[in-house]
């Protein structure tokens, strides 16, 4: 009876291990599942009125809204130019009151864009550096379970090297046993 306890021993300390190896990946799961849910709902970002301001104005000068109206409303300048009596025109051929307002228009837009893209920019190198903790934290946890797949391995191996041992034992037991009972 002494051999079955303790072969009953090993084999409650291995399901030991198998649980405490279960409970870890359980706890990386769920580690990881707290950094999904973070960055799934990011926090809010703060933006100042001129930041909103310049991002409305980029995304409206970047439109095909914004290019057709604005070929609409010169086509319609150059042509109620060209048909309005000659006294009467407030910008005549030349059309240099059309060209002062376009370079003033060009001259507002650059920068106001400019400061969108910077904003987009910062947003974009966060995410990056947001794509690289992720990728960093699950190469760390790859790394984790395989150190701890391989200490379960180990001990797994240990414990069954020490089954076969007592089985050993045992046969030499019963080996022993029989000799005696044939040898009578």
């Known amino acids: 009876m002494a051999p079955k306890s303790e072969i009953e021993e090993m084999l409650d300390v291995q399901n030991g291990q198998l649980k405490k190896f279960h409970e870890i990946v359980l706890q990386s799961i769920q580690e990881e599942d707290v950094l999904v849910s973070n960055l799934l709902n990011p926090p809010v970002e703060k933006v100042t009125t001129g930041q909103r301001i310049s991002d409305q104005v980029a995304k409206f000068g970047g439109s095909w809204t914004?290019?057709?109206?604005?070929?609409?409303?010169?086509?319609?300048?150059?042509?109620?130019?060209?048909?309005?009596?000659?006294?009467?025109?407030?910008?005549?051929?030349?059309?240099?009151?059309m060209n002062l307002i376009l370079s003033c228009v060009a001259a507002l837009q650059a920068p106001i864009?400019?400061?969108?893209?910077?904003?987009?920019?910062?947003?974009?190198?966060?995410?990056?550096?947001?794509?690289?903790?992720?990728?960093?934290?699950?190469?760390?946890?790859?790394?984790?379970?395989?150190?701890?797949?391989?200490?379960?391995?180990?001990?797994q191996i240990k414990t069954l090297f020490e089954i076969q041992a007592k089985q050993m034992e045992m046969l030499t037991s019963l080996n022993e046993k029989l000799d005696t009972l044939c040898s009578k």
């Open 113 to 155: 864009i400019m400061m969108s893209q910077n904003r987009q920019e910062e947003k974009d190198r966060t995410r990056a550096e947001n794509d690289y903790m992720i990728n960093l934290k699950a190469e760390l946890e790859v790394r984790s379970l395989h150190q701890k797949v391989d200490l379960l391995l180990e001990e």
């Open 66 to 97: 914004f290019i057709i109206s604005f070929m609409i409303i010169l086509f319609a300048w150059i042509i109620l130019n060209s048909i309005i009596p000659q006294p009467d025109r407030f910008d005549p051929f030349p059309f240099i009151l």
